[in-house]
């Protein structure tokens, strides 16, 4: 079974400066998408950044970037010129590329990582 | 574009009742996606469904059950609730050849 863990319960970053949140996994699986969704207060789910396992390329939206090192199966991401909208609960996530199976579709979240904006 | 949209937003109920959540898929998608997040955790996998089929399922027991219409909606059933059910629950649809998953805002559940 795939696991992702996020070791940083907090993190807290200034205004227009650049915070990177960490993100580990465990997979025996070669074919597989990693996300990075962000969860503010008002509960709502938004997808920030999606990577590819096969790409060696890292992903990036606008101020947001990935760091993929697949041989270590780690996926951080990285926020430039933080705002005040940043602030929010960031969880990591692992869905198979595998079609079939029981857990077909499934997304396997980490325990989130809360991020405060300081102005 | 409509986005996934839940109802109800809140609710409450007693220990031994039985719930149902309502889902409304993104325009396009058709397949929906449940889960379960307790509070301060991430979400766990309920199940997924595709053609009004279950498509796929996490370590829930029966007492979950879920629909999936011919419009792509759907809707999650709990039976005879306990405390531990309290959590608030995410919708969430795709395209079923697509990677990306897209929420809706949540139900928040509450078992007394």
């Known amino acids: 079974a795939q696991t992702v863990t996020q070791s940083q319960p907090e993190m807290s970053v200034q205004e227009a400066e650049t915070v990177t949140l960490s993100c580990t996994y465990d997979t025996s699986e070669s074919d597989y998408y990693l996300f990075w969704y962000k969860q503010p207060p008002s509960r709502q789910m938004i997808l920030v950044i999606r990577q590819e396992a096969y790409k060696q390329q890292n992903a990036t939206e606008n101020r947001f970037s990935v760091n993929f090192q697949k041989a270590a199966k780690s996926f951080s991401l990285k926020i430039s010129d933080s705002q005040l909208g940043d602030a929010a609960m960031y969880f990591c996530a692992y869905r198979s590329a595998r079609a079939g199976g029981t857990s077909y579709g499934k997304l396997t979240f980490g325990q989130g990582t809360i991020l405060t904006v300081h102005p | 574009e409509t986005g996934v949209t839940q109802s109800p937003t809140h609710l409450i109920k007693t220990r031994g009742q039985q719930v149902t959540l309502r889902c409304s898929s993104q325009s396009g998608h058709n397949t929906v996606s449940w889960y379960q997040q307790a509070l301060g955790q991430g979400p766990q996998f309920i199940f997924q469904y595709y053609r009004e089929e279950e498509n796929g399922r996490g370590n829930f027991p029966p007492r979950f059950s879920g629909l999936q219409f011919p419009n792509y909606s759907s809707e999650l059933n709990v039976n005879a609730l306990e405390l531990d059910d309290s959590a608030l629950y995410l919708c969430?649809?795709?395209?079923?050849?697509?990677?990306?998953?897209?929420f809706g805002p949540g139900t928040r559940l509450t078992v007394t």
């Open positions: 969430a649809s795709s395209l079923i050849e697509g990677n990306e998953q897209y």
